[in-house]
Each structure stands twice: as C-alpha cells, then as structure tokens.
C-alpha cells in the first residue's frame, strides 16, 4: 500500500531563517505531488505541484520554492523565512499519469511558526 | 478564477442527527469534486470523489451529490456520531491545470 510521509511535525523558526520541509511518498511510481498551505481559518492554497523529477510548477509568487529530486521526493525550501509563511503545511500525491482525477492524499503536515 | 463557497462555516448538532453541509462552485469547468475530513491538528483523509459525469456518490453513512450546471454539491451524514467531529472540505479539480481548489470548510460537532 501507498504511504506518505512528511517531516517535521511541528517547527519553529526565526524571521531571515532558511526552511526545508521535506515529503516522501512509498508503494507507487511516478506520482504526482503537491506542496499546500493552510492558514488559520482558511482553505488550502496550491503552492507548488510536480509530474515528475525536476518538474515544478508553480501556483503562488512567493518566497518559496520546491524542488523533486528523485521520483518520490518532494521538497519545500525557502532561503528566508518571513512573518507571512507561518502555516500548516501540507504534501500530497496523486496517481500519475491520468491518476490526477484520483483522490489526492495528504500527510500529517508541518506547522510552522515563524517568531 | 473559480471560487469554492462552503456553507454553513461551523454546525453544532446532537448525535444521531441527519445533516447536509453544502458547498458551491463558481466554474462548472471541472474533472470532479472531492470531499474531505480534517481532524484538529492533522492532515487530510479522502471520503468522496464524483466525477463531472455522475451526480452522486455514497459511502457507509456519508452520501455525496453534485450539479454540475448549478455549480453546487452536498455532503449528507445519516445519524451523526460524536467521532463524525472535524473539518469537512470540499475541493474540485479544474479541467486545466492539475489543480485542487479549496473551500474554507465547515466545522461539525457532533454532542453526545
């Protein structure tokens, strides 16, 4: 069966700090994968997406960037942690191929709060 | 840019209650629509996908429809328990692009 997982749970970071939040997804190739943030109160925001290695696409101008390694390994970076990225992070991965018109499954999430 | 409504934002109900939470799209071009749950602190779990082509679908005590032409969708829970409590979102995937987009969702709680 299919797993995902995300790390860390819980991060708290300065202002200025860089970020790397990382997900990997176990049990099935070639997956499609997102990067989302849930603020307080709030629906989940698309930031990134990928369909494949080094294929990133992105859904907000922002001080974030991902990047996909290797096939199941995505990668959420910032060089600079500012006030406004305080969130709950989430991953997520859809079959791929065709598979995007599949469930998307998610994590635990990050929350991350920036001081 | 399509906006997903969720309504009502929080709903408090006592247990073994029938329930409908709605939720309303502005762009009838869509591939499907999904709903989740949330639970505090904690990612998210897949209960219903329909696609564009179907109008409902059902699992266990949950039963989902959607009208596509109306832009809207309803999450019906038959006698509602106390672990039914948590976020329920809804989603629909865009025809372009491979996008999930959101609406704010409703907080149930469930009294024993």
């Known amino acids: 069966s299919q797993t995902i997982h995300q790390w860390p749970a819980t991060l708290v970071q300065p202002v200025g700090s860089p970020l790397s939040l990382e997900c990997t997804v176990e049990?099935?190739?070639?997956?499609?994968l997102y990067w989302y943030r849930q603020a307080a109160g709030r629906g989940l925001q698309l930031l990134f997406y990928?369909?494949?290695?080094?294929?990133i696409s992105s859904e907000v101008p922002q001080n974030l960037s991902a990047s996909r390694p290797q096939d199941r390994q995505f990668i959420l970076s910032s060089k600079k942690l500012l006030l406004s990225d305080s969130g709950f992070y989430l991953c997520?991965?859809?079959?791929?191929?065709?598979?995007?018109?599949?469930?998307?499954?998610f994590g635990d999430g990050t929350r991350l709060s920036i001081l | 840019k399509q906006e997903v409504t969720q309504i009502p934002a929080a709903l408090s109900v006592p247990e073994g209650e029938n329930l409908v939470l709605n939720c309303s799209f502005t762009?009838?071009?869509?591939?499907?629509l999904q709903w989740f749950r949330q639970d505090p602190g904690k990612g998210l779990t897949s209960l219903l996908l329909?696609?564009?082509?179907?109008r409902e679908q059902t699992s266990g005590r949950l039963n989902a429809s959607l009208d596509k032409s109306s832009g809207r969708s309803t999450l019906y829970i038959a006698a509602s328990q106390p672990g039914d409590s948590a976020t329920y979102l809804c989603?629909?995937?865009?025809?372009?692009?491979?996008?999930?987009?959101f609406g704010a969702g409703t907080i149930l709680r469930v009294k024993s």
């Open positions: 997520a991965w859809s079959p791929g191929g065709d598979g995007y018109n599949q469930p998307q499954h």
């Open positions: 049990g099935t190739s070639n997956p499609n």
């Open positions: 990928s369909v494949g290695i080094g294929q």
């Open positions: 762009d009838s071009a869509i591939y499907n």
């Open positions: 329909i696609q564009s082509s179907q």
């Open positions: 989603a629909v995937l865009m025809e372009y692009g491979n996008k999930l987009v």
